[in-house]
């Protein structure tokens, strides 16, 4: 009997769900390789690997068999996912059209390392971005540009406006997951694309508020907004909004320090925003009247995210305003991303113009990713209201 990977689900199946990896057909005990790789838009390779022994029966379910080492060890039913490393370094995973998958190809090798036999079997397994019955609008209104997702379901929904930090551009891929989970998502683009300016030097945040009025006003029925992203120090560059000005927090270079593979560590180059000149970067939280939800990376090597946000907590707080919830998340990186994104330890910053670590261990940062996704959700669905998706994961 020839060995037969099984998928569950078959086939392909949306980025941020689980897959059951299982192997049939294999000599009883018999010891064998199991490696995933896929390649980026950019053709860039990833890869990863691990060993394990079939049971008795000649069976190999990763819910349950756990792996004896390689990329990661110990039951990790989709560790071959999220231990996915780049064949060349500084290179970060990220999906650019969300309109096309990921192909991800697992292989069945006999034996283990260091040389692993002849092949068994191979499957390739597809990852999309663009759930069933989502809606992809691009949104080019007034000086607004992005682009909008709505469940394929009829509205009214509750509105995200989601945006990335200092790589400039427009990425989609977090909004499109999320309308899938029965959100009207804009990824909003703020500099360096298409007609936008080029640098974050100075953004006006009336920008911003044009974004979400055009949420509320979409005939679609958006019922509230929201945006995800940001620290409680403005960084970067100078904010504007009507007649206010809030300048970036100081930074002092002298303070990088630089790994053992000869990248740097920038983590304690900012300024405290709680001392002098450094205290007029401080974003005034306490004017909003919003309910917040900080998820932390406490590894986190671009700034000090836990200090941020208990500052943010304190500031609120002092001012009489809701006390924000703030899940912290012990051996997690910078870029908390949706589950499955293989963590990246290090690649060039935009504004450091250099490579920089972003902290972080894979597994601990993996798990919370699955776990930082679901309270993502729950705290929109309770806040803005709404149903969860019911997009089926089969399809």
């Known amino acids: 009997m020839a060995a037969t990977l099984i998928l569950e689900p078959a086939g392909r199946c949306c980025w941020d769900e689980p897959v059951r990896i299982a192997v049939r057909g294999l000599a009883p005990e018999q010891p064998v390789t199991l490696r995933a790789s896929l390649r980026d838009e950019k053709g860039a390779l990833f890869q990863a690997h691990a060993r394990y022994r079939a049971d008795t029966l000649g069976e190999l379910d990763l819910e349950r068999a756990p792996a004896l080492g390689g990329s990661f060890a110990g039951l990790e039913p989709m560790g071959l996912l999220w231990a996915l490393e780049p064949e060349k370094p500084l290179v970060r995973l990220v999906k650019r059209d969300v309109r096309t998958p ?10 283990h390392d260091p040389d692993p036999g002849r092949l068994l079997c191979r499957v390739r ?8 019955g989502v809606r992809r609008e691009p ?7 992005g682009t909008l997702f709505l469940p394929p379901e009829p509205g009214p929904f509750p509105g995200i406006v989601d945006m990335f930090g200092t790589g400039g551009g427009l990425l989609e891929y977090r909004a499109s997951l999320l309308a899938g989970k029965g959100f009207a998502v804009m990824a909003l683009a703020y500099y360096n694309y298409e007609d936008l300016p080029k640098t974050m030097e100075t ?4 920008y ?25 120090a403005n960084v ?19 303070r990088i320090k630089v790994t053992k593979d000869g990248y740097a560590d920038i983590v304690d180059v900012l300024n405290s925003p709680l001392e002098g000149p450094d205290q007029k970067s401080f974003i005034p939280v306490e004017r909003a009247e919003s309910t917040f939800l900080f998820l932390v990376g406490q590894d986190d090597h671009n ?8 500052e943010a907590c304190k500031r609120l707080q002092a001012h009489g305003r809701r006390k924000p919830q703030i899940i912290c998340y012990p051996e997690t990186g910078h870029y ?3 589950p499955y994104f293989p963590l990246c330890r290090a690649s060039l910053h935009a504004l450091v113009g250099s490579p920089i670590i972003w902290g972080g261990e894979p597994r601990a940062h993996a798990m919370a990713q699955v776990d930082a996704w679901k309270q993502l959700q729950t705290f929109f669905h309770k806040h803005l209201g709404g149903h969860e998706g019911t997009i089926p994961s089969k399809v």
């Not at 953004?203 to 009336?206: N, R, V």
Request: hydrophobic share 40%.
């Open 125 to 132: 397994h597809e990852r999309y971005f663009l759930p069933p």
């Open 139 to 145: 949104v080019r209104a007034g000086r607004v540009r």
């Open 208 to 232: 911003f508020e044009e974004a979400v009025n055009y949420l509320l006003s979409h005939p679609e029925g958006i019922t509230a907004a929201v945006v995800i992203n940001g620290s409680v």
């Open 336 to 338: 908390i991303e949706p």
């Open 236 to 254: 970067g560059g100078t904010l504007r909004y009507k007649g206010e000005t809030l300048p970036p927090v100081g930074v002092n270079r002298n």
């Open 102 to 111: 990921l192909a991800v190809e697992l292989e069945v090798l006999d034996g």
């Open 303 to 310: 700034w000090k995210s836990e200090f941020y946000a208990n």
């Open 203 to 206: 953004l006006h945040l009336e």
